[in-house]
């Protein structure tokens, strides 16, 4: 007895007739398979070793032991959706990495590398449409967490996932699986499930495919652009923006006190000029002494001689306008 897991969200728990299967040979596949040249190679994070939306929790020690399942005795297919019957396979897995730490979660989750070769597939993870994933195993050892019960052995217990015991969550604790598939699916089950890297392939063997893994060094690249990329989503454009003028303008003056930007004004990309700088640094200086309208006008004659000296286009003199005006506060 075993039951049958997929990690996405809405997925009805089956218990399934299936014994473990012995693998003979557990650290490497002995078909040779190669890569096409116009074919797409993705990393995935695809299992990660902490609670899913499903209450479900993989050990370390499952994610692990499960490693040379994923590529043995045939390299598991990636597919849409979990549609085993009738559905397309878009790829295989080619190589799977089992990482401690540095993972998007910051809990241990198995890497695959694979290789896709459909049409449709290719676009889908280029554009980022496909992009979360959900792996479908095989449970041999599955418990619950209050009672400890073997689910997959003996019958569900008393407890129900999801439900919370004297203060304890019930989840379901996967001690040991066999791999069937990955599937890119709408809704994963695992939050962290996810792409992590997207190049085209060059015609290679697996066992090179694996050496390539396993010195990566864009792992820490995509890392620290991730981290970026979520600052900026959690500070805001417009702040990053305010922030950066108003540092360019302490440089400029040597200014002591900092000062927070009150301008409403609509922002724009910033011209990188250095005479943008000396004049608003004019501006700023003669501000106190006159009300909004004078500045209005200032501003405008100021942007007037600036672009009338480099020549600027129409355009540009706008955004120098709104540069000086973001400036002045
Ligand atoms: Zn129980």
């Known amino acids: 007895m075993a039951i049958e897991i997929k990690e996405y969200v809405g997925h009805e728990f089956v218990t399934v007739n299936q014994n473990t ?7 490497e596949s002995n078909v040779q398979t ?27 020690e499952c994610l692990k032991q499960s490693v040379p399942y994923w590529t043995n005795p045939y390299e598991r297919p990636v597919i849409m959706h979990h549609n085993e019957r009738d559905g397309q396979i878009i790829g295989r897995i080619k190589a799977v990495e089992y990482k ?14 694979a290789n896709v070769g459909d049409e449709e597939g290719k676009k889908g993870i280029k554009n980022g449409t496909l992009s979360t994933v959900s792996i479908g195993v095989i449970a041999h050892d599955l418990r619950c967490s209050i009672c400890g019960t073997n689910l997959a052995e003996e019958g569900m217990c008393e407890h129900e996932k999801g439900e919370v015991y004297d203060n304890k969550l019930c989840y379901w604790i996967i001690n040991k699986m066999e791999p069937k598939e990955v599937s890119y699916v709408i809704v994963p089950s695992d939050i962290y499930a996810h792409n992590i890297r997207v190049y085209d392939a060059v015609k290679k063997t697996k066992s090179e495919v694996k050496e390539k893994v396993e010195y990566n060094p ?8 991730k981290n970026t990329l979520s600052t900026d989503l959690e500070e805001g454009k417009d702040t990053q923006e305010g922030k950066q003028v108003d540092e360019e303008v302490k440089d400029g003056e040597k200014t002591t006190e900092p000062v927070e930007p009150e301008t409403k004004e609509p922002e724009t990309e910033q011209p990188e000029s250095k005479d943008n700088e000396g004049e608003s640094k004019e501006d700023n200086q003669s501000e106190e002494e006159k009300d909004s309208e004078d500045n209005k006008s200032e501003e405008e004659e100021a942007s007037k001689e600036e672009v009338e000296d480099s020549k600027e286009d129409e355009e540009s003199k706008k955004v120098l306008k709104e540069k000086d005006a973001k400036i002045r506060f």
């Open 21 to 27: 299967t012995d693998l003979k040979n557990l650290s």
């Open 100 to 113: 401690e730490s540095g993972t998007r979660s910051g809990t241990p989750a198995l890497i695959f590398t």
């Open 218 to 225: 864009f792992t820490e690249l995509a890392e620290s652009i």
């Open 34 to 60: 190669y890569i096409d040249d116009d074919s797409l190679m993705v990393e995935i994070e695809s299992i990660h070793s902490r609670i899913t939306r499903n209450n479900t929790y993989y050990s370390p």
